[in-house]
């Protein structure tokens, strides 16, 4: 029998069946404004029961049409358009790996070849880069993404009773390491000569410096930075509240934090205030027209984009002598030099605006492991010292 319930105003009706296999389920709906379109659509279900149609495995329905039509119903229509793009590329890997393969044909064995075709690249792919044996073409975290992606989905499709069971659990996630964590971050040395240069002479006429400058202060994304505005510091309290992030992609203007955990206030420094307030009484000297009370609008009436803050780097690069980075790699430099100083990963990762500690955890797991080397060494002399 249904169950049918009122809350809060709303009728909502739930149906519970046993597909082919024996597995029990359930199918929810609420939202009904009368007792009778509840019962309606319960009724319409127990008539499935009756016939035998519900539950059933559709052989017809291949994954890449399940994978396309669970998109359109749980991800795109609350997501950025930059993450649109990248599941729409998991969807075109299905197409292009499995072709018409069905849902209910996936097996373990054939999704973990998918993996490892995805792992492997095509023949093309491997030409340009002149890969050789069993070389991966793309790095471990394009397969865990891919991986991501897709599971989620299956999840859903095995609640829903479309298949019999997760074919993605204990999967086998392969590719290479990426570029060396090592290269991604600058050295005490060097974010020291860094800092000299980027907080000396402040200009409106080249607000990408003290966009670098807060990037290494703070470790705010770059589109968390390009998008600040003056309302967002908090003088006294000594703050800078993140709160929105910049859309370069899809016409200069604001959009959400890339999470809800992104959302975060952070202690800043007297000299990164003093620098920002430099920069205030400049643009209000100049006239510059700026509704918006943007911090880092330029003399044209611009924020720099990322790629001209790479570029600036990269002349940094030359110039001081210091590593070669990216803007994000500044982020990556404020968090491991707070690990250096032994300041605690729990705090590390909410001024990161990470979801948990674990994220950061993982992506800082080289300097854990140089840490946990010194503290050996530290280990071994202090009980040395009963010898």
């Given amino acids: 029998m249904a169950s049918i319930k009122k809350r809060n105003g709303k009728w909502s009706a739930r149906v519970s069946y046993y597909d082919e296999f024996g597995n029990r389920f359930s199918k929810n709906k609420g939202g009904f404004k009368l007792k009778k379109d509840a019962e309606q659509w319960a009724n319409q279900l127990e008539q499935k029961k009756f016939d035998k149609t519900i539950g059933k495995v559709d052989d017809s329905l291949t994954f890449y049409d399940y994978y396309s039509n669970w998109l359109e119903t749980y991800k795109l229509h609350k997501l950025a ?10 969807l075109r890997q299905i197409k292009d790996l499995l072709g018409d393969t069905q849902l209910s044909a996936m097996t373990r064995t054939r999704y973990q070849k998918f993996l490892n075709d995805f792992t492997h690249g095509n023949s093309e792919q491997r030409g340009k880069r002149r890969l050789s044996g069993d070389s991966p073409y793309h790095s471990k975290a394009s397969v865990e993404k891919l991986h991501g992606h897709i599971h989620a989905a ?10 019999r069971a997760d074919f993605c659990l204990h999967a086998e996630l392969g590719g290479h390491r990426g570029k060396d964590a090592q290269l991604k971050y600058l050295d005490a040395n060097d974010m020291k000569k860094l800092i000299n240069e980027v907080n000396h002479v402040i200009k409106i006429t080249a607000t990408s410096k003290s966009m670098i400058y807060t990037g290494l202060m703070t470790g705010m994304r770059v589109a968390e930075v390009s998008a600040l505005t003056w309302p967002d510091i908090d003088w006294k309290a000594k703050t800078i509240s993140v709160n929105k992030s910049w859309d370069y992609s899809y016409g200069q203007k604001f959009k959400r934090t890339k999470t ?17 307030k430099q920069l205030h009484a400049l643009q209000v000297a100049s006239g510059l027209d700026n509704p918006d009370h943007m911090v880092f609008l330029n003399n044209r009436g611009r924020i720099p984009t990322p790629g001209a803050c790479d570029l600036l780097l990269k002349k940094y690069h030359e110039s001081l002598g210091i590593k070669r980075i990216s803007f994000h790699g500044l982020r990556h430099t404020h968090a491991s030099y707070l690990l250096y100083c032994g300041v605690k990963m729990e705090y590390i990762s ?16 080289h300097l854990m492991k140089e840490d946990q080397h ?5 280990t071994l002399k202090a009980l040395s010292n009963f010898r």
């Fill in 81 to 90: 358009p930059i993450t649109v793009q990248e599941y729409r590329y998991t």
């Fill in 154 to 163: 299956i999840i859903d499709a095995a609640a829903d009773g479309l298949i």
């Fill in 260 to 276: 809800e955990s992104s959302i975060r206030t952070i202690t800043v420094t007297d000299e990164l205030l003093n620098h920002l």
């Fill in 350 to 365: 909410k001024r990161l605006g990470h979801k948990n500690s674990t994220i950061t955890r993982n992506v800082y797991a």
């Fill in 374 to 378: 010194q503290e050996e060494n530290r």
